[in-house]
């Protein structure tokens, strides 16, 4: 007769212990030793198996993830190996896309820093997301993508759905909302803008000239408020 026999109520609760003390185990492509995302996510408590990964850099229960740094991300879409593995990652029902570096580098902006027109950019990653169906995530560096993928694996399968609603849009939001229908206003820009003039009615009767002043170039979207429909 064994001591749990006698005493099942420390057999369960062993049960419990042992079961706590496992580590989740997740699949990580062996080119990833070369990142420090590993490390971290051994740090964090989790069990890292590198194997050659046809598709995807980790594998957490069954999500294929293709991590990108933001120049690998650029470099990958100027060789076309970006959207070859985008499609192989079509393999899985569930899948994710993360691109790393947000705080020491921009993905795109006005200026193109990177080469690319931030406008192809842009685009590539709306077809990512409603073509192919791939949830993008940014993270700022690799330890704000281990705590992602770290808590992808503590997920549970069954979550309770969210009762959702929509948002109704404060008076600046409003104002900034109205101004980023403009082609070539973004967020920062409409920003610009209603700091500057304080007002739509400033911004929409002030002369190009002023305009320019602050937006630059961008100021010449605001002529076709003067053309009849």
């Given at each position: 007769m064994k001591i749990f026999d006698i005493f099942p109520k420390h057999k369960e609760k062993t049960k419990r212990i042992t079961k706590t003390l496992e580590k989740t185990k997740i699949l990580a492509d062996y080119r990833?030793?070369?990142?420090?995302?590993?490390?971290e996510l051994i740090s964090l408590g989790l069990e890292i198996e590198f194997r050659e990964l046809k598709v995807g850099d980790y594998i957490v229960k069954g999500i294929a993830i293709e991590r990108k740094t933001i120049s690998d991300f650029i470099s990958s879409m100027i060789n076309h190996r970006l959207l070859k593995q985008i499609e192989s990652l079509q393999q899985y029902p569930n899948k994710l896309l993360i691109i790393e570096g947000f705080e020491e580098q921009e993905l795109y902006n006005d200026e193109n820093e990177t080469g690319v027109n931030a406008n192809a950019i842009r685009g590539f990653l709306l077809s990512i997301s409603l073509k192919y169906n791939i949830p993008v995530i940014y993270t700022k560096n690799y330890e704000d993508t281990a705590k992602f993928i770290w808590i992808l694996s503590?997920?549970?399968?069954?979550?309770?759905p969210l009762k959702a609603k929509r948002k109704s849009l404060n008076k600046k939001e409003q104002m900034q909302f109205i101004l980023e229908g403009f082609?070539?206003?973004?967020?920062?820009?409409a920003k610009k803008l209603l700091n500057g003039f304080k007002s739509l009615k400033e911004i929409?009767?002030?002369s190009l000239e002023d305009l320019k002043k602050i937006v630059g170039k961008k100021a010449d979207i605001f002529k076709i408020l003067d053309e009849n429909y």
């Open positions: 990833e030793k070369n990142s420090l995302v590993p490390s503590r997920k549970k399968e069954k979550e309770l082609p070539g206003i973004g967020p920062k820009t929409f009767n002030a």
